[in-house]
């Protein structure tokens, strides 16, 4: 028999890169791929690119130019395929500035890539970056039961692609397209798949994914909470997320989810980039910083455990010392506990590139260190907040020291415990001993099975037979 093929694949930028990596790999394996963590040593290698700052997009070609070396060096030839935003929007010319690259496929083409590994082994020109009828996952098959297993019990699930709100800075509703929903059944078919294949947790990923309106099998639309009270009653999962949220579709209903599901985390990644409603306007961002203090306040009303993280542009086109300062007041009022903070970066193709009144990088550093500064601080007291507090943990991989786990805590901090009576893919009570600067640590208050998540769940022992 032949050797299996290895395939390599490096995923950047946001999880739906993560999920549609995983998902490249599930199809590969059918044409007899197994994947390897070694680049030097894969006879294909993906890069499953993002274009949202200049420094992601530059990544890839320092990437590409370290692939070419170690391809000159060791003689092993490679196919190197360029996916995900990059691909979708530079094309071809990815290839004429990287002639180390064979292939370039745009996210949502990657069922088409067996017909484009065998056009590019040809020599022939292997270039798409259509945007199809057809749905690529209708197309791409589910992950084996292994696979699963080895990607842990916290499962991403895209349920919505695309972007129609077209901020001013971003380059997605470019590279990702229109928005889409997925159908309803093939969601929760999807779900129900990973839960008996172990999956506790699953995270519903969407460039907007509250804007969810995804085709029921009832003929219906559904909005995103149908969808999560839908999804609470499959057996075995016991938490569910869901990440990234516009502030513009944070609706009533979803909102009461929050209350009434005990699997929906109290945990919201919901980005407001600015607190400065003209910045917030010139971004197109479609709300004021108001909306913003009063989804805050009703998500508080109805979870008063709720947290907060968000994501923040500094030195958007035009923005005062004054606008900035009204971030900082943002920040001191929500009290975030954690957040993704950024430059502002001039995107090629985006109106605000082409705005007068760039921001000086110097300013940019400076506003950004005051931010992180802010955040870090936010972040800080939050997790010592939860000294103290008692949490259902889900184990996701062994620690360091023998017998320790590693799980996540419903703020997804990683909580590190000592020999707990429980295993990977298993929930236990623990009560926060302390708060380091990556973790918190955590002894187990008792084995207590959660009620909505073990009693209809085969345990995981059934499932490695
Ligand atoms: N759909 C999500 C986020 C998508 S991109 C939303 O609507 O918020 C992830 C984050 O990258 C954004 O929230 C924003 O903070 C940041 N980002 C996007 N474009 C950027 C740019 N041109 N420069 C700097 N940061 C950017
Ligand atoms: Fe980009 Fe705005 Fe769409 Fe988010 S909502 S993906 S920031 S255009
Ligand atoms: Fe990046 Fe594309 Fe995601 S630009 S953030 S990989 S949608």
New binding site residues.
């Given amino acids: 028999m032949d050797a299996p093929r290895k395939l390599y694949v490096k995923s950047f930028g ?1 999880q739906m890169n993560v999920y549609d990596s995983h998902r490249m790999a599930d199809m590969l394996a059918r044409e007899g791929y197994v994947e390897t963590a070694e680049p030097a040593e894969a006879d294909l290698v993906i890069l499953n690119t993002c274009h ?2 200049e420094k992601a997009a530059e990544k890839v070609y320092s990437e590409l130019g370290r692939l070419r070396k170690s391809q000159e060096e060791t003689g092993h030839s490679t196919l190197v395929a360029v996916a995900g935003c990059v691909a979708q929007a530079e094309g071809a010319e990815i290839i004429k500035r990287a002639p180390v690259v064979d292939l370039v496929v745009g996210p949502q083409s990657y069922h088409r890539l067996p017909e484009l590994l065998a056009k590019a082994r040809a020599g022939e020109p292997a270039v798409d970056t259509d945007f199809p009828v057809e749905d690529k996952f209708d197309h791409l098959p589910a992950p084996s039961a292994a696979a699963t297993r080895k990607r842990g019990p916290a499962a991403f699930l895209t349920v919505q692609e695309g ?1 129609d ?1 077209f ?1 001013t ?4 509703p470019y590279t990702r397209g229109a928005e889409v929903s997925r159908p309803v059944a093939k969601i929760l078919a999807e779900a129900e798949r990973l839960a008996e294949q172990g999956v506790r947790e699953l995270t519903l990923i969407g ?2 994914v509250n804007a969810f309106h995804g085709t029921g099998a009832d003929g219906r639309t559904w909005s995103l909470a149908d969808l999560l009270y839908r999804l609470a009653e499959i057996p075995g999962i016991g938490r569910l997320r869901y990440t ?3 502030p513009r579709d944070m609706g009533e209903d979803l909102i009461a989810a929050h209350r009434d599901l005990p699997a929906l985390m109290p945990y919201l990644h919901l ?1 407001v ?1 600015s607190g400065s409603d003209r910045v917030l306007k010139a971004m197109n961002r479609k709300h004021g910083r108001e909306l913003f203090f009063d989804i805050v306040a009703r998500m508080r009303a109805v979870r008063p455990d709720m947290a907060l993280s968000s ?3 500094v030195g958007f086109p035009g923005e005062t010392d004054a606008e900035f300062e009204d971030t900082m007041d943002l920040i001191r009022r929500v009290g975030f506990a954690g957040a ?8 090629p193709g ?1 109106p ?2 082409d705005l007068g009144a760039q921001v000086p990088e110097a300013v940019k550093t400076e506003r950004l260190h005051r931010l992180q500064a802010a955040l870090e601080a936010s972040k800080r007291a939050f997790d010592l907040s939860c000294v103290g507090r008692t949490f259902e943990v889900l184990f996701e991989k062994p620690g360091r020291q023998p017998g320790q786990l590693i799980g996540r805590s419903p703020y997804l901090q990683s909580v590190v415990v000592n020999t707990p009576p429980a295993g990977i893919g298993e929930f236990l009570t623990v009560t926060i001993t302390e708060a380091g600067p990556n973790s918190l640590a955590g002894t187990p208050l008792s084995h207590t099975p959660l009620s909505h998540v073990t009693a209809r769940a085969r345990p995981l022992a059934a499932l490695e037979a």
């Fill in positions: 946001c949202i700052r972007c709100k901020c800075f971003c380059v997605v460039q907007n990234t949220s516009h980005p980039q994501d923040f542009i993704f903070s950024f430059k502002y970066s001039p995107r985006t605000a590139s």
